[in-house]
């Protein structure tokens, strides 16, 4: 015969169970807000810079580890387990396409937050707003990034394309460099007179405050796309995806068109 005291133990013994649940629910939650509360780990191309450290003061959900190095050098790190990276930022998908081919990300976890102009610079006078100047005979050298590994020197092998149909001399003129540092330095320092950059590099940097530049129309090459990446190990998988949304925000689109972003 079952007693008022086996009854009583049962409740007991179920009120145990229920406030283990409990305890264990909420043991789970805060691991997860601490797992949360861990920097995102950002992995950016340093063409980014401006454009995300104004992002940093003005994105307060989360903290930000923000990495700036070549895509190159992201890639070589990330693959050899010299650096983690919770979101990759840059301009050339064969890097985000070798990340997914390796199993490293998923196709859609990858996409396209914004794109630049290509432009034509020089620390002198000689460009109108046309770039009628690719035209004329009036300069020796034109220094581009190299189009095998800047995605702004293979859109201006296009422009050249176009524009030595009028002017057959144009690619006689021409001369590379490793990338758009090294192109920009070269112009400054007068070994050429006219160099391609993209437009984030001529409108955020301290050398090119004095000259003139053009921009080519978006219908004349390649787009100069910037992608976003995040990765399968990702520990904060919820936060990265917070800060990616936030890249799409109207706050974000204002401070990308600030430093030369569509």
């Known amino acids: 015969m079952k007693t008022a005291f086996d009854f009583s133990k049962k409740l007991l013994m179920s009120a145990v169970v229920v406030a283990a649940f409990f305890l264990s629910g909420n043991a789970v939650a805060s691991d997860n807000e601490e797992k949360e509360s861990e920097p995102i780990k950002v992995c950016a191309i340093p063409q980014l810079y401006d454009y995300l450290e104004e992002y940093r003061k003005e994105y307060t959900h989360d903290k930000l580890d923000i990495t700036y190095a070549s ?19 840059g301009n050339d998908q064969k890097f985000p396409a070798r990340y997914i081919n390796m199993g ?41 990034p190299s189009p095998k590994y800047n995605v702004s020197g293979f859109a201006a092998t296009q422009i050249i394309e176009l524009y030595s149909k009028n002017n057959p001399k144009l690619k006689e003129k021409i001369t590379y460099s490793d ?80 430093h030369g972003y569509k």
């Open 179 to 258: 990338n758009e540092y090294s192109a920009l330095t070269s112009i400054v320092n007068g070994y050429a007179m006219l160099v391609f950059l993209p437009y984030n590099m001529v409108i955020d940097n301290k050398l090119t405050q004095k000259g003139s530049f053009c921009l080519f129309s978006d219908t004349e090459y390649e787009p100069i796309n910037y992608y976003y990446l995040i990765f399968k190990n990702n520990k904060n998988v919820k936060a990265t995806t917070r800060f990616k949304d936030y890249l799409f925000s109207d706050k974000s689109r204002l401070i990308l068109k600030k």
């Open 104 to 144: 490293l990300a998923d196709s859609s976890s990858f996409g396209n937050f914004t794109r630049t102009a290509l432009t034509l610079f020089s620390v002198t006078s000689i460009i109108d707003s046309n770039c009628d100047v690719l035209n004329k005979d009036i300069y020796s050298k034109i220094i581009m």
């Open 71 to 89: 895509s190159t050098m992201i890639y070589a790190s990330v693959i050899n387990k010299q650096m983690n990276c919770d979101i990759f930022l």
